[in-house]
């Protein structure tokens, strides 16, 4: 006996004692969905992206983000950011400036050079596309990652589709677009330009190709029935916008009326008064809350001068450029009925902006497809009636913009090349919803969200420099740090901290932390501390 | 001054900080002083506090660190012979004399020649303020070289929740129940040691909560930093005694900061220097609607006149430690 005097046992250590066994419910860590991944139509996870772009490692985060979307710098531009109005730091302060993030990574990528890693091997199978507009170069892109051979036929002189020839340069500048293109070009994708598929089952039999993916867009404009006189000039907005890319300016006047009430409408009057009208004046038959043009849109065009004409139809243009318009009145459920009260606007031209069809020649003959209003039917795997015929973007029945088109392409890739060997692709089952009850807001101190800079107002109306500036890395460093990561962990040791049994055991840097269930009581302070809801309590089964 | 990060400076860690601007809690190699395997119960502050006040003085000393404590629950549930989560040297004393012991233990390493090696005294709200108040006091005016660290958990939880001189008015305890014309702890009594330690006009005195982490190892390491008798007297709820869920001990903890009921300021040589600001100010009600121990005020119709005088008793401490900045 060396014990000292009255010690009789040795000293042991409260390990011995699993307090674990205390336990009624146990913490779980767990992803849950963050609301501006749920809301990208591209499917991007943007709270990944974000998380390298915090750190500044910016090329980590662009790799994240183009793992979903091949076009970052023009998804910063022309999106209109679902992802910003679902954001949970709207209920704080404001959204996240996800898309102005986005657009400084993709442009940091144009400046840096960056590339798509090639795909690791060639699965020997030939990918038809057809058209090189949003959707089809989505589809590109990730079909060729996937190892499939992919060639892209485009009727256009250039690619790029409504990017180019709808939506104006002041919004996405051409060498933006034309980097990002060629960036998947040099994946190894094939591009075939001013050539238009006028069978497509005879082109799929004359290049041997076991797939196709329609993605021709919506080009056809919409007509309207007006009364006019010979020498009226009257236009159509997908024409006026095509034109501006080729040589020969439109000829609008000055003074030009734009008929419409979509997001082109202001596109074509902002035009207009850059190429030097002196009244551009929109004219849509509803009120401006039933306006589908986006908001923003509304207030660019209303800052530069655009004037809106509200509830009025257009009945008639004479030739010397007189328009006869009815005021409306909307009825009981909302929809514009004739007043009666007529009055006269002049006009040097009037742009009809009524939306679009799309030209469907190229099915002709192809049988089994469904087709309903001027759109291809389409199943949830993309694939039109005609087995190995997928479509997407604008042809498909959807919302009608550049990111439902580059989603529609990731989507079809991926059904697309599950098809090819005899599979079907299954999406991995969503995580629940991170909701806004879910974060501790204690622990992200306040900051508002850094606006872009816009450019002057003498210079948007009249030259066609971009409008919306971009962010610098300091700002775009702060904005990515206002990211509440809802619902993922981005290790901020809180758990691990506050855990009074110790039992919450910290790994390495990006490997998270795991629970030590020996000593775990349950007690539930890592669930109500962890700022953003990356914990859960379930009830111990036994 | 730490620039705009993702989550501020209010999490424990920050992966974007370098690892020098991190808290003691974050560090993967931190000494976990109190181990698991501890008997306290689910959620307790007191434990929490304990490791967070005796990891940062563990940095703070290079591990060159000797702790006295007090019975109570500290000791009990820690402590259980011959088991022990305590993973630096430590040892048990009385109930009512763990300053005098850690003064001797003090004495013992200077006459050992060990300089380096620091002491601390710490204990719960009974064995200091009540108890062991005649020990601390002589600690303090002799001036010895120990950080005493009171974990206040306002009453004695380790024997049945019975009321101490730290008790607040109005809460239900064992010995003050919620009966009679005046329900729970009577209002005008008790004592705030933090102030009665200022005027022995000692080097450093501090409050801190375990809601507040960083605050609290800047606390404890400054302490560490200087020589004398120290005071640092730490808010830690008690579930079991304040009948407050398991998983709201942090919340509590920052309600009666961010209230203004448990105001974290310093004090040198008697004079208060610095103030912790209230970052976002709620009514006491807030705070006093989880606890059990409160519950008598909510009842039906609501005991508006107490509630009022703890507001009060919140507004008061704005004023004197100027908590809104």
Sequence with gaps: MDKPYAITLDVGSSLANKTGAWRTKRPVYLDRLPPCNNACPAGENIQGWLYHAESGDYEAAWRALTEDNPLPAIMGRVCYHPCESSCNRGKVDEPVGINSVERFLGDEALKRGWKFYPPKTESGKRVLIVGAGPSGLSAAYHLRRFGHSVKIVEAGPLAGGMMRFGIPKYRLPRDVLDGEVQRILDLGVELE??????????????????????????????????????????????????????????????????????????????????LGAIEAIIVYRRTREKMPAHDFEIEEALQEGVLIKWLSTIKNMANEGTLTVETMALDATGFPQPTG????????????????????????????????????????????????????????????????????????????????????????????????????????????????????????????????????????????????SCGNCFECDNCYGMCPDNAVIKLEPGKRFEFNFDYCKGCGICVSECPCGAIKMVPETN | MIKFYQTGTFTVGNRLLAEDQRSVQADMHRTNSLNSGHRACQGCGEALGARYAIDAAMVATGNQLIAVNATGCLEVFSTPYPETSWQIPWIHSLFGNAAAVATGVAAAQRALGRNNVRVIAQGGDGGTTDIGFGCLSGMFERNDDVLYICYDNEAYMNTGVQRSSATPPAARTATTPAVGPSPGNVFGTGKYVPRIAMAHRISYVATASVSNLRDLERKVKYAMGIHGARYIHIFVPCPLGWGSASEDTIKIARLAVETGLFPLFEAQDGEVTASTPIRHKVPVTEYLKLQKRYAHLFGNPPDVGRIARIQMMADRNIDEFGLLQ
């Design chain 1, 193 to 274: 330009l001013n050539c238009k598929v006028s069978n497509i089952l005879d082109t799929m039999k004359a290049g041997h190709f076991d797939a196709a993916f329609l993605a021709v867009g919506a080009h056809i404009a919409k007509r309207a029935y007006i009364p006019a006189g010979e020498a009226a000039h009257m236009l159509d907005a997908v024409s006026v916008l095509r034109s501006m890319e080729g040589e020969e300016k439109p000829m609008l006047g000055r003074r030009v009326v734009v008929y419409g009430g979509g997001n082109t409408a202001p596109d074509v009057a902002r035009t207009a008064k850059r």
């Design chain 1, 341 to 484: 009260e007529f009055e006269t606007l002049e006009a040097d031209s009037l742009v009809l902006a009524l939306g679009q069809d799309v030209d469907l020649s190229l099915l002709d003959g192809v049988p089994a497809l469904d087709i309903k209003d001027g759109a291809v039917q389409v199943g949830r795997n993309m694939m039109t009636g005609h087995a190995g015929i997928f479509a997407g973007g604008d042809m498909v029945p959807s919302e009608r913009t550049v990111t439902v088109g580059v989603g529609h392409g990731k989507k079809a890739a991926r059904h697309i090349d599950a098809w090819l060997s005899g599979n079907t692709y299954a999406p991995a089952p969503k995580h629940e919803l991170a909701t806004f009850d879910m974060l501790n807001l204690w622990y992200f101190s306040d900051a508002p969200k850094t606006m872009r800079p816009l450019l002057e107002l003498a210079r948007r109306t009249s030259t066609f420099e971009e409008v919306v500036g971009g962010l610098t890395e300091d700002n775009a460093l702060f904005e990515a740090r206002r990211c509440l």
